[in-house]
Nanobody, 123 residues
Framework: QVQLVESGGGLVQAGGSLRLSCVAS????????MGWFRQAPGKEREFVAAMEWSGGSTYYTDSLKGRFTISRDNAKKTVYLQMNSLLPEDTANYYC????????????????WGQGTQVTVSS
């Protein structure tokens, strides 16, 4: 069982930055995949980035490479999403999610979800 709590969302002007945090409550995160997804109003939830907790490999949706960075703090059991050069189209509710063992880009494959944190980018 993994419980996830996100924070760090807010209102930012275009070109600005935000760092989202996701604190995981679990006995161990070994072999878990930690992912970030986002969902804008009227749109499907989409993959943003993911990380293999044990090995540290990272994966991104192509359109966000170079602007978004996923990272982790092992001791704090926290995964971060650093978002730079934000655009109005990045406005969405951002979710942290996890699943065991293998990477997936499909949100339906993730077993554990946080409550989401809203990111709003003004033009």
């Amino acid at each position: 069982q993994v419980q996830l709590v996100e924070s760090g969302g807010g209102l930012v002007q275009a070109g600005g930055s935000l760092r989202l945090s996701c604190v995981a409550s679990a006995r161990t995160l070994s072999r878990y995949i930690m992912g970030w997804f986002r969902q804008a109003p009227g749109k499907e939830r989409e993959f943003v980035a993911a990380m293999e907790w044990s090995g540290g490999s990272t994966y991104y949706t192509d359109s966000l490479k170079g602007r978004f960075t996923i990272s982790r703090d092992n001791a704090k059991k926290t995964v971060y999403l650093q978002m730079n050069s934000l655009l109005p189209e990045d406005t969405a509710n951002y979710y942290c999610a996890s699943r065991y063992y293998s990477l997936s880009y499909n949100p339906r494959d993730y077993d554990y979800w946080g409550q989401g944190t809203q990111v709003t980018v003004s033009s």
